[in-house]
């Protein structure tokens, strides 16, 4: 028997496991160093916070939260994220459904054109969009980010639901037609409670994307305290806290904590939404 044999996925899993590891340890240090005071982070590694006798202190997230902006721009960014993730999605799905099982002219040529504008930069739009904005009267409040945030993200999620929708079985939607029900009623009653899967990974990436963007805020809400997201306000700490970067460290855990709890409550969703519809049959 040869040795590849007899170790089988031996040397598979301890890379996983090494892989793993070594992305682990720096989000460790992070999380560690968030609770140490600024003496003990500049006299010892953050390893030996882990070993009797501990010395941690919530000081650096109250600090944070209460004379660095964070908490309201925590606030901002639920208020930026939650209508960017949800008003997408459901515009998607009303779209992807009718690329899928819906008759019109140049559906296909429509969705073409829909699956080439993943390749464009979002970059070249921020000019003219800035502008039409500025004329509105709409540079620098929620409605102009939750739109722009609405069309940078349709295209995929129109792309990926459309997919999984088109995988769905062609019986179910005879059925429900002989069972006499409408376009609305198989849309809400068939498709959406088969697609959670396909929804709640769209769910991830969009939210996570919305979450983390800089650009897109940093443009069409500029830098206003009172509109600023994390990403805003965390690109300012790093300049105005370089002195007290355990402070730092605080506000990327309080800005990385809420996409890891989605991440983790959706991730049972997040292999089977992505692989279905890749492929039919």
């Not at 682990?24 to 006798?53: E, K």
């Amino acid at each position: 028997m040869s040795v590849s044999r007899r170790l089988g996925p031996l040397p598979v899993h301890v890379a996983i496991v090494a892989l793993v590891l070594l992305w682990t340890i720096p989000t460790l240090a992070t999380i560690v160093n968030s609770f140490r005071p600024p003496i003990a982070i500049a006299s010892s590694g953050w390893w030996t916070a882990l070993v009797p006798p501990f010395n941690f202190t919530i000081d650096n997230y109250q600090r944070v939260l209460t004379t660095n902006n964070m908490g309201p721009s925590f606030l901002n960014s639920l208020t930026i994220t939650i209508p960017a993730t949800l008003v997408p999605i459901a515009v998607a799905a009303f779209a992807a459904y009718a690329f899928a099982w819906m008759s019109f002219p140049f559906r296909n040529t429509l969705f073409l054109f829909l699956v080439g504008l993943l390749v464009v930069p979002l970059q070249i739009t921020l000019v003219p969009v800035l502008q039409v904005y500025t004329s509105l009267g709409l540079n620098g409040t929620f409605p102009a980010i939750w739109l722009a945030h609405t069309g940078y993200g349709l295209p995929f999620a129109i792309y990926l639901l459309r997919n999984f929708f088109g995988a769905l079985p062609k019986e179910l939607f005879e059925a429900s037609a002989l069972d006499g029900a409408g376009t609305l009623t198989t849309f809400f009653r068939l498709v959406l409670p088969l697609s959670v899967p396909a929804l709640a990974s769209l769910a991830i990436f969009q939210f996570l994307w919305v979450w983390n963007d800089l650009l897109v805020a940093l443009i069409y809400l500029g830098g206003t305290q009172d509109v600023a997201p994390m990403t805003v306000t965390m690109s300012g700490l790093v300049n105005s806290l370089g002195q007290d970067w355990q402070r730092l460290t605080a506000a990327a855990f309080i800005s990385a904590f809420l996409p890891l709890v989605v991440f983790i409550g959706l991730q049972r969703y997040f292999t089977s939404g992505i692989l279905a519809g890749s492929v039919k049959g």
